[in-house]
């Protein structure tokens, strides 16, 4: 019983000067959060490790529709041009005004296939704190940002005349 307690105390006495610390960092002012100077290798680890297992475990329940429905498509090139591309740029765009200034970086999505459509629907309705990714879903309803993940999802094989061609289209 004794060693059982003694551990007891020694998890809780480890928590508690984790949390004293982490509490010391913060109230110090000492880490700076400003978007123009990168995060620790070990922080931005931790940041993105949360990031993306947040994202899949609320994603993981989400049923996509038909993505390859071109008239989906190119409402969602549409939406995209009006909205995105000034943060992840699109076919033959590889900077903006806007990019530089944000800090994580965007991925670039003309260029990244995006995989699992459930986790980019869910992180374009819901945002990601703390990258300027904002929650679209405050704005736009599921069945347009649907519309933009099977844009994106096929961005990334589209030339830059296919894509002003479909974001252009009314």
Known sequence: ??????????????????????????????????????????????????????????????????????????????????LCTACHLSPGVTKSDLRPGLYPHPPNLAQEDMVDAPMAFWTIKHGIKMSAMPAWGKSLDDATIWDIV???????????ETYQQLSKAR
């Open 1 to 82: 019983m004794r060693t059982l307690a003694t551990v007891g105390i020694t998890v809780v006495a480890t928590l508690a000067a984790f949390g004293l610390g982490a509490a010391a960092v913060v109230g110090s002012g000492a880490y700076n959060i400003g978007a123009d100077d990168h995060h620790t290798k070990l922080v931005l680890a931790i940041i993105e490790r949360l990031r993306n297992r947040s994202v899949a475990v609320r994603a993981r329940d989400i049923e996509a529709p038909n993505l390859q429905d071109p008239s989906h498509i190119a409402a969602g090139a549409q939406h995209y041009a009006a």
């Open 150 to 160: 099977a844009f994106v999802r096929q961005m990334p094989a589209m030339s830059e």
